[in-house]
């Protein structure tokens, strides 16, 4: 997860994860931690929830081992700041460490306002993210925050795992 206003709905994303058989390790920018806590995510998922790249206490080096784990990663939802680091190869947190670092497929969900998804700067993330062959759930046209509304809305959690489940 990262900074978005849209991370509750990844409380419901963990849940019906589990519902199809999945083991999910949370992974969450210090953006995320501002929303929803880390103690929602490591209860419902039943495994603690990465947040810092320099915690030791839990792995030894946990964007190695959670990248090696991961059979699909899930960046849900990603913020226009996350696909920035992610489409520059940034490793300073350990969402963008983990994503650089498996070799997993990575699906990114992301959440934005619509001014954000349709800045040039993020076409040309988006873009060069497709180039790197991660794939893309929505955003979708809707409601957005402050009651606007337009483009940016976080795919609905059921597409999520539509994709999720295609890509597996
Ligand atoms: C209430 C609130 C809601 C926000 N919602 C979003 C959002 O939906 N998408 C987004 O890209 N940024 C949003 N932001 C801004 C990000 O949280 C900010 O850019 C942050 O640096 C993201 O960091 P991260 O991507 O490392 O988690 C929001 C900020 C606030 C205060």
Redesign the pocket.
């Known amino acids: ?6 991370s509750y709905k990844a409380c419901e994303l963990v849940r019906r994860l589990q519902d199809m058989g999945a083991a999910v390790h949370c992974l969450m ?4 931690v ?2 929803v806590t880390p103690l929602t995510f490591s209860a419902l998922s039943g495994n603690p929830v990465a947040t810092d790249v320099w915690d030791d206490s839990l792995w030894k080096m946990a964007h190695l081992e959670l990248a090696e784990k991961a059979d699909l990663f899930i960046i849900a ?7 920035a ?1 992610l489409a520059q190869g940034n490793a300073s ?1 350990i ?1 963008c460490a983990t994503a650089l670092s498996t070799k997993a497929p990575v699906l990114l969900a ?4 619509e001014a ?1 998804w349709l800045h040039p700067a993020t076409r040309e993330n988006v873009r060069k993210l497709k180039g790197f062959g991660y794939r893309f759930v929505g955003p979708d046209k809707g409601p ?2 402050r009651g606007d509304s337009g483009w ?1 809305r ?1 795919a609905d959690v059921s597409a999520i795992l539509k994709e999720a489940r295609k890509i597996i």
């Open positions: 997860m990262s900074g978005s206003i849209a920018t210090p953006g995320a501002r929303f939802p990603i913020s226009a700041d996350t696909l680091r947190d969402v992301p959440a934005m306002h954000m957005l925050a940016g976080m």
